[in-house]
């Protein structure tokens, strides 16, 4: 019984697969500025069901020093996901945004934490101003 045959059909498959993946009409989705950043991203595109490809940052590799923008991390989707992680990418930096800023209550002055609608103190709405 030779089990070998079939788990190197199963390799082949896989290299073709990856092959149709990584050529070359992926499109860049985002260039994050750090590894972290890009991990984030590759995480919510995921989550979207869109393959990634990364380029650049650590994965690229090479030992000892690097320069600081060595580390931007080229995002590669498929372009057929194009207006999805254009979507998502969106959602993400808005999403970074929410913390909204800090405001002065008009009626009594105290300031309160963005997310608040009404006057801690005072209770008059923030748009009452
Ligand atoms: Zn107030």
Not at 45 to 70: H, K, N, W, Y
Not at 111 to 122: H, L, M, Q, T, V
Request: with cysteine; glycine share 6%; aromatic share 4%.
């Amino acid at each position: 019984m030779n089990k070998r045959g079939r788990s190197a059909n199963d390799l082949i498959l896989a290299r073709k697969k990856i092959e149709t993946m990584s050529d070359d009409k992926m499109i860049l989705a985002y260039r994050a500025p750090t590894s972290m950043d890009a991990a984030l991203l590759v995480q919510a595109l995921e989550a979207v069901g869109i393959t990634t490809v990364q380029s650049g940052g650590q994965a690229s590799g090479g030992f000892g020093e690097l320069p600081a923008d060595s580390l931007q991390v080229d995002i590669w989707i498929a372009p057929d996901k194009a207006e999805l992680a254009r979507k998502t990418i969106e959602d993400i930096q808005r999403q970074d945004k929410a913390q909204p800023p800090e405001w002065a209550c008009a009626k009594c002055g105290e300031s309160n934490d963005g997310e608040f609608e009404i006057c801690w103190s005072c209770q008059a709405p923030h748009d009452a101003a």
